[in-house]
């Protein structure tokens, strides 16, 4: 599209990956600009939805959930935490955007800091600001084909694409900073270290790759002989575990060695790790397309619930810890499963496991009527309560 003007936002996330500052200057020197041309800027001051009806619901909400669909809309909805008559805890879930974000269909979304972005078919990655509920503008025309993966990393973004590319993004000014090649193939999932010093990709061309994010350089690869379509690092980052179609393998990060395989009758799709902090232990949470989700422990390999409460296909996974405002309540592991079904369930995660999954009752439900690809949760940006804002005043 050539240079034109860019557009900007004020907000930064914190904790930059630490780095040094070849590829910054390097990308300074270019002057790569961003594709945003003068009627998409214009564009960037319209909001998701009018604000004098859903300033109290956007800025008050315990947390949202963002999803994508094939239909090229893009979902926003809040939740809220009730207590019901009996104590027991509810979600409600209220829709706060809807928007035709793409011309094909999404395949994924993240949020980093108040910055949410979606990545489609159509070549094109779109960026919002969630907190400001404008539009900032697109990137485009550096990637070739589907933008497949989205992970954001302090004030960095990184994107892969079915061109075997990973780019490199300063959400400061959406500069590109760095164009990763060594992929034969689409990349179907890209994977931060949770000390933003390295990165995991996996493609069609049945390798993983290892990238060094303090030079953008590949530091390793490996092949593991088929296609990986999911891959993610564990809390501590000891070891990363790789979806392939029916097989779901953990690895060492020591030797790239397996250390645990699980099989699986019915097509894999979606996995997230998650940490129980009562315990201790660490799972991996699989959606599948046999409707269901199911539970593994990521130690032994074993299963310790499933769940199939969806009509269609689990198309994606979140976790979120979120603690209600009301009452005395402990903080809440929620899992958000979304489906092809059009349905958004959520689901305290620790009682998953604790009844194997069985006799479960989503603590809140959201139908999107559409078919769902993707999702992502981040939590709300909460109102002080009055004390809060006496106390901040003085």
Known sequence: ??????????????????????????AAKKKTKLNVDEEEEEDSEK???????????????????????YERILYGVNAFWETKKDKELSLRLEPV???????????????????????????????????????????????????????????????????GTICIWRSKDWELLKT????????NSISIHPSGKVALSVSADKTVRLWNLMTAHKASVHKIGKEGTVVRWNTAGTQY?????????????????????IDS?????????????????????????????????????????????HKMRVKAVDIIRTTPREGEHKPVDVLV???????????????VISSKGENMTPLGEYDAKCRI???????????????????AAE
């Not at 955007?97 to 990655?125: K, M």
């Not at 990763?180 to 990349?187: E, P, S």
């Not at 499963?337 to 009682?351: H, I, R």
């Open 1 to 26: 599209m050539g240079s034109k003007k860019r557009s900007r936002t004020v907000q930064e996330p914190a904790e930059p990956i630490k780095n040094t500052v070849d590829w910054e200057s390097e």
């Open 47 to 69: 909001t998701l939805l009018p604000v004098e009806t859903l300033t109290e619901q956007i800025t008050n909400e315990d947390f949202r959930i963002v999803a994508g669909s």
């Open 97 to 163: 955007f809807i928007f035709p974000a793409h011309t094909g269909c999404i395949r994924t979304v993240a949020v980093g800091g108040s910055h949410l972005a979606s990545g489609s078919s159509d070549e094109v990655i779109k960026l919002y600001d969630l907190k400001k509920r404008k539009e900032l503008g697109a990137l485009a025309g550096q990637q070739q084909g589907d933008i497949n993966s989205i992970e954001f990393y302090g004030k960095y973004m990184l994107t892969a694409s079915d061109d």
């Open 180 to 187: 990763m090649k060594g992929h034969q193939g689409r990349i």
């Open 241 to 261: 575990a790789i979806l392939f179609e029916r097989q779901l393998i953990i690895y060492n990060v020591a030797d790239a060695q397996p250390a645990v395989t």
């Open 265 to 309: 009758r019915s097509k894999l799709l979606s996995m997230e790790y998650y940490k129980d902090t009562n315990t201790d232990k660490e799972y991996l949470v699989v959606g599948s397309e046999d409707r269901s989700f199911r539970v593994w422990d990521a130690e032994t390999g074993d299963k310790v619930a499933e769940v199939s409460q």
């Open 337 to 351: 499963s979304v489906s092809s079904d059009g349905m958004m369930k959520c689901w305290d995660l620790q009682k």
């Open 373 to 391: 690809t993707c999702c992502t949760v981040n939590l709300g940006y909460k109102v002080p309560k009055e004390s809060e804002q006496t106390e």
